[in-house]
Each structure stands twice: as C-alpha cells, then as structure tokens.
C-alpha cells in the first residue's frame, strides 16, 4: 500500500517556466512532508520541507504547498533551470515514524 | 565535513559470500539509517540508529545485520544473499531521529548478487 503517491512518473518544462510537482498522501497520521532531488548515481538530497501546521514554504525558487484536507502538496521551481532536472522524491512522515518515500518524479527542464 | 561516504559503491557477489557495506559522516549526526531502492520504487527503510542503538528494524531478514561501532559509522554485514537482495543500499543521517530533521544520503552501493 502505497501511503506516499507521485502519479506522475516524469515531466518536460522549458526553462525559466514553471514546474510544478504533485504528492498525495494517505496517512492522515502524516505531520511532516519533505521533497528530496536525487542526481543519478548520487544520493538524494534533502531540498525543503513543511510542517502540517503550515500551507506554504518558501526557500529561494522552490515553494512547497501543502492542502491537508486534500492531502496533497506540491513542489514549484520558478523560475526551472536546466540544472533542476533530476529525480524529485516527495517524502512524508510523523514525530518518529519512519519516514515514507514516493516513487519520485523525473523532471526534464529544456533549454 | 557535510557528506556522508558508502563504500563500495559496486559490489558483486555470490550468494554464499559474506561482505560488508560501509558508511561514514563526520556531522555530528546522532541518527543514521539504512535503506535499500530497487528500480522504479521508493528508497524503503531497512534499520535505524540513534544514538548507536538500533531503534527500528523493519521487518529485514537475518541475512542483513546492521552494526553501529561508533557515532559515526554504519555498517550493514551481508551473509547469504539471493539475487532478488540485489538493489541499491542507501544509508544516510540526520542531527536526531525526528522527521523534521532533513536526511544527508550518500551515494549508495550498487549491490548484485550472483
């Protein structure tokens, strides 16, 4: 059962357009929610993060979104640079859970 | 020093060798964690360590056993793997065990098992 979904297994933008990816989430229990970026043959890299008590986090070009009553949340890179383009894990957890991982994004940003 | 290093990072072996997977980081991180990626599918977790002890244990076969010598050292001891064991390993650290504290990755270690 998969408590962490990325439905979307790869995405295209161009560069310096917006790229938008999308995490679903199941386990109400669930009060933490991180986006990692992983380069191949390198390991993931932790990006940014958001509390439940928040809707909204902001570090730079990347903003993460989060709708509890949807349970959902949403990285967006503006603007995307060709740079961007790696594996992008959404990532989830409570208090001392383990932390669960969805099955990663794959972002193409073209020049 | 903000990198954690896994050794090797290919490894190739048969299913009655016995190997150890390494992992290092100098930040001071009290937590640290094993993980195990096949293709197409999200890094699950194996082990966990805080404080040198071993806290979580998800479920893994006796044929993985962890080991915590230090503060800064993982190792992940290998013993009569089957093929489908083959993956990449994963370990990383944080500053504590919470969630809130964002995981450092190493690279991982190719492992296939012959």
């Known amino acids: 059962d998969q408590q962490v979904k990325q439905n979307s297994p790869s995405l295209s933008v161009q560069e310096g357009r917006i790229s938008i990816l999308n995490c679903d989430y199941t386990?109400?229990?669930?009060?933490?929610f991180l986006w990692y970026k992983k380069y191949p043959a390198e390991g993931p890299t932790f990006l940014i993060s958001?509390?439940?008590?928040?809707d909204k986090n902001e570090d730079g070009r990347f903003t993460v979104f989060l709708n509890k009553s949807a349970k959902h949340l949403s990285l967006h890179i503006v603007p995307s640079q060709p740079g961007d383009s790696a594996v992008y894990f959404c990532?989830?957890?409570?208090?001392?859970?383990?932390?669960?991982f969805g099955i990663g994004t794959k972002l193409q940003v073209i020049p | 020093d903000t990198e954690v290093t896994q050794t090797p990072k290919h490894l190739v072996m048969g299913m009655t060798n016995k190997k150890s997977l390494k992992c290092e980081q100098h930040m001071g991180h009290r937590a640290m964690y094993w993980y195990k990626q096949k293709a197409k599918k999200p890094p699950e977790l194996m082990f966990v360590?805080?404080?040198?002890?071993?806290?979580i244990n998800e479920s893994v076969p006796s044929r993985f056993s962890p080991e915590c010598p230090n503060s800064s050292l993982l190792n992940l001891h290998l013993h009569a793997l089957q093929p489908e064991d083959s993956a990449l390993y994963l370990c990383a650290s944080s500053q504590n065990r919470g969630v809130d504290y964002g995981y450092t990755f190493g690279s991982g270690t190719r492992l296939t098992v012959v």
């Open positions: 958001i509390s439940s008590i928040k």
């Open positions: 990532a989830a957890g409570g208090g001392y859970q383990k932390v669960t």
């Open positions: 386990n109400s229990m669930f009060d933490y």
């Open positions: 360590y805080s404080y040198e002890k071993l806290s």
